[in-house]
């Protein structure tokens, strides 16, 4: 077991700021000819390949990669412009097979993997900061904040939000997206020797490795991606409520897939979330409700502003009556019809209730139980200084104790869901002394 607790990480009251990369603000790779000499650089030098991406979520409905930012030790600095090299016939997967057995290194991993995969780009081994950072039980996991404690410099991050999308890309975005990666390798280093001062690294790399697996894996379909609708269980058991937040986002998700922009710039989830509390049946029930009336207007106060300028005309093309309809078509559902939040389907059909008020009421034996089980894994977290949710998933304490599933059978059940061996073996002997009540 390793050591209780991390050593100290640096304590840098004022780091210093990075501005810029050290060999300048790089300019787009968005040809056949500046492709094949970047892969050639990067495949001539050698240790692990820093990587990050940008894409423009907030502005557009496809969320594949618009940047991808790599550099080695020893290679420059490069930004691949991902939809000019595909028009331009480029093969993006070659990075990879130029360099089949290099480590990656990303920041919060699980984000960039699955468009990756996408692209056929499928690295073999990880080595993900963000993760590490939480591993190492650090508070604030965001890259500056571990480049600053690590390495006691600060990045300038002012573009996180900008549209990737847009061309010319401007020399300020360019500079923010080189920068994401100009830290990564030593950033990498400082953590792995942090992870192995503290009797981690066999076990980072075990999360690493299932972090790249299930990056890369097929996405799963997602039978009611509705359902992830921001503040949605605040409408609890209203089944009304929730037809028409289903009926919204269906109907703003063919809207915002059809015009290829966001579906928050067409209607807000904080808006969806209100006309189904409200349920307006009339004119002036609707008109009460600013969302569905106005277009989504967003304000920074930064050039930004101008990014988002660039979709009104697209906005405007969905007009008020659009929700309207999709309201008035949930209002006149029968209630066998509506949708019911309360279980969570697991892999083999069962279910298990998510109320922990009805379990508490109804099923007592299987609260005390979870209970007694949730302050073990709370004492192992802090032992080992590991944030409590990475220590095994909430929800396998809730399925096992909901199925009453004990023993050994409980151990198998942790590794069918994808539990890992050192998640396993910290918890087993703390949850198998706990019974069925």
Same mark, same amino acid.
């Given at each position: ?33 500046? %492709? ?43 930004? %691949? ?14 990075? /990879? ?18 468009? =990756? ?11 993900? /900061?963000? =993760?590490?950072?939480? =591993?190492?039980?650090?508070?604030? /996991? ?30 300020? @975005?360019?500079?923010? !997206? ?16 942090? @992870? ?11 999360? =690493?490795?299932?972090?790249? !697996? ?35 986002? @269906? ?86 019809? @509506? ?74 059940? %942790? ?23």
């Amino acid at each position: 077991m390793p050591a209780q607790g991390v050593q100290s990480l640096s304590s840098v009251s004022n780091p210093i700021l990075v501005a810029e990369p050290r060999g300048g603000v790089p300019e787009l790779t968005d040809t056949p000819a500046k %492709f094949a000499a970047a892969l050639d650089d990067l495949a001539g030098c050698s240790g692990p390949l820093a990587v990050d991406a940008e894409r423009a979520s907030e502005y557009r409905y496809w969320d594949g990669d618009d940047v991808i930012q790599m550099r080695r030790d020893g290679s420059a600095t490069y930004l %691949f412009d991902i939809p000019a090299l595909l028009k331009a016939g480029c093969h993006v997967q070659d990075i /990879t097979e130029r360099m089949p057995d290099v480590e990656w290194i990303l920041h919060d991993a699980a984000q960039d993997l699955p468009s =990756f995969a996408e692209l056929g780009l499928r690295p073999s081994r990880l080595f993900d /900061t963000e =993760f590490a950072a939480r =591993f190492l039980n650090m508070k604030h /996991t965001g890259l500056a904040a571990c480049t600053a404690a690590f390495l006691g410099l600060t990045l300038a991050k002012e573009h996180a939000a900008a549209d990737w999308s847009a061309r010319p890309l401007m020399r300020d @975005l360019r500079n923010y !997206a080189a920068l994401d990666v100009e830290l990564l390798i030593q950033l990498r280093n400082a953590m792995d020797r942090q @992870l192995k001062a503290s009797g981690k690294s066999e076990w980072a790399r075990q999360e =690493f490795d299932h972090i790249l !697996a299930r990056g890369l894996a097929p996405r799963p379909a997602n039978p009611e991606p509705w359902i992830h609708v921001s503040n949605i269980t605040k409408l609890g058991a209203d089944r009304r409520a929730l037809g028409i937040v289903r009926e919204l986002w @269906l109907t703003r998700d063919y809207w915002a897939q059809k015009l290829d922009i966001s579906p928050q710039l067409l209607l807000t989830d904080a808006t969806i979330i209100e006309a189904a509390k409200m349920k307006p049946r009339n004119k002036r029930q609707f008109a009460a409700i600013k969302g569905l009336n106005h277009r989504v207007v967003r304000k920074t106060g930064t050039e930004q502003d101008k990014m988002f300028a660039r979709y009104i005309p697209v906005q405007e093309k969905v007009k008020k009556h659009v929700w309207r309809d999709a309201i008035k078509k949930a209002l006149k559902l029968h209630h066998s019809q @509506l949708p019911d939040l309360m279980s969570y389907k697991i892999h083999d059909g069962t279910s298990y209730h998510k109320s922990m008020k009805y379990w508490r009421t109804h099923q007592p034996a299987r609260y005390v139980r979870l209970e007694q089980m949730r302050r073990a894994v709370a004492q192992i977290s802090q032992d080992v200084a590991i944030p409590v949710d990475l220590i095994i998933r909430p929800r396998l304490l809730k399925e096992v104790c909901w199925d009453e599933i004990q023993g050994t059978a409980m151990i198998d059940r %942790f590794r069918e869901r994808g539990a890992r061996e050192w998640q396993i073996g910290l918890v087993s002997k703390s949850l198998l002394a706990i019974n069925i009540g």
